[in-house]
C-alpha cells in the first residue's frame, strides 16, 4: 500500500483528496499550515523524512490573487521557494511529488486551448509565485515531479466563486458579474479523483492539465448557479472586466487543453456543469 502525504490540509481540493484516499483504505497523513508551513525549510526536511511518504500532493499555497500584488516576496516564499524545499526533501527519499497549479501562468491572449507544453507568460504576481513553484518541481524532479495545472476551482469548503455566489444570492438582489473571462469551472472532487489516480499509475513526469470539460464566462458560470438554486438568473448583470477592476489582472482565455492528461490513459474530467450538478457545493441547511 502506498503511502500518501497532503500538505494544506485545510483547503478545499486537499479536503476532497483525504475523504476519497480515507474512503479507499489508503495510508494518507495530511497536514495544515500550523503542522507543516512550507517556509520552514528544516522543518519540511524533518517532516518529510519521518513520514516517509510515496507520494506528496502540495496542497499548501498563498491563494490570495490581489493580496499577492503587494506581498509578492511573501506569496513566493510558500508558492516558489516552500515548494522547492518540498521537492528537495522529496528528492532524498526518492518521493514523487504532485504540485497544483494553476492557469494564471499563462497571459489569457490565446484563441485555442493552452497546451501543456505552451509558453507560459503570467500578468500578475500570483501567477508568478505558481510558476516559480512549477520550475521548482521539473528542475529538482525531472523523474518523479508532476505539475497538474487546473483553473477556476470550487469545492464545498474554502472561499470560491459558487459558494460566493450562492450566498450573495441570499443577500443581494442584483448582481454584477464579469461577462469577458473565459475558463472552465472545475470541481475540486473531479480534480482530486484525477490527482489521485494519476499517483497511483505513474505516468511520465511532467506538466498535465486537468479542468472541468468545456467553458463559460463567469457571468455564464453565475447564471448557471442562480439556476440550480432556484433564483433568476436575470438577476445577474453583464459587466467587462475594465468595469470590475481589481488589483491583479486576470487572463481573458483561461481554456486550458488535455491532451497529455488523455494520452497517459488518466480519466477525462466531466462537463462542467454536469459537475456543478453532480458536486455538494450548493447542497443548502
Not at 524532479?141 to 508532476?146: D, K, R, S, V, W
Not at 445577474?236 to 497529455?260: C, D, M, N, Q, W
Request: net charge negative; charged share 25%; glycine share 10%.
Amino acid at each position: 500500500m502506498s503511502r500518501w502525504l497532503i500538505t494544506g490540509a485545510s483547503g478545499m481540493l486537499a479536503t476532497e483528496l483525504l475523504g476519497r484516499l480515507q474512503a479507499a483504505g489508503e495510508s494518507v497523513l495530511a497536514l495544515r499550515r500550523d503542522e507543516l508551513d512550507l517556509r520552514d525549510g528544516p522543518a519540511v526536511r524533518h517532516l518529510v523524512s519521518a513520514c516517509r511518504p510515496d507520494t506528496v500532493v502540495n496542497c499548501a499555497a498563498w491563494t490570495a490573487v490581489d493580496d499577492a500584488e503587494t506581498h509578492e516576496a511573501e506569496a513566493l516564499a510558500v508558492n516558489g521557494h516552500g515548494v522547492r524545499a518540498l521537492a528537495e526533501a522529496c528528492e532524498r527519499l526518492g518521493a514523487r511529488l504532485i504540485q497544483p497549479s494553476t492557469d494564471y501562468v499563462f497571459d489569457g491572449t490565446a484563441l485555442d486551448p493552452y497546451r501543456e507544453d505552451a509558453r507560459t507568460c503570467p500578468v500578475n504576481a500570483y501567477g508568478r509565485t505558481k510558476l516559480a513553484g512549477e520550475q521548482a518541481v521539473l528542475e529538482v524532479l525531472p523523474e518523479t515531479g508532476y505539475v497538474v495545472r487546473t483553473a477556476w476551482l470550487y469545492g464545498a469548503t474554502g472561499k470560491n466563486f459558487v459558494r460566493t455566489m450562492a450566498d450573495l444570492e441570499r443577500t443581494r438582489p442584483s448582481l454584477d458579474v464579469v461577462d469577458d473571462q473565459v475558463g472552465p469551472p472545475t470541481w475540486a472532487g473531479d480534480l482530486a479523483a484525477g490527482i489521485i489516480e494519476l499517483g497511483r499509475t505513474g505516468p511520465p513526469p511532467g506538466v498535465y492539465h486537468a479542468t472541468g470539460a468545456g467553458q463559460t464566462s463567469w457571468y455564464g458560470f453565475a447564471r448557471e448557479i442562480f439556476e440550480l438554486v432556484g433564483a433568476d438568473p436575470d438577476r445577474i448583470t453583464p459587466v467587462s472586466t475594465k468595469e470590475f477592476a481589481r488589483p491583479a489582472p486576470r487572463p481573458a482565455y483561461s481554456v486550458l487543453g488535455h491532451e497529455r492528461w488523455s494520452r497517459a490513459g488518466l480519466p477525462p474530467m466531466r462537463d462542467w456543469r454536469e459537475a456543478l450538478r453532480g458536486s455538494d457545493v450548493l447542497v443548502r441547511d
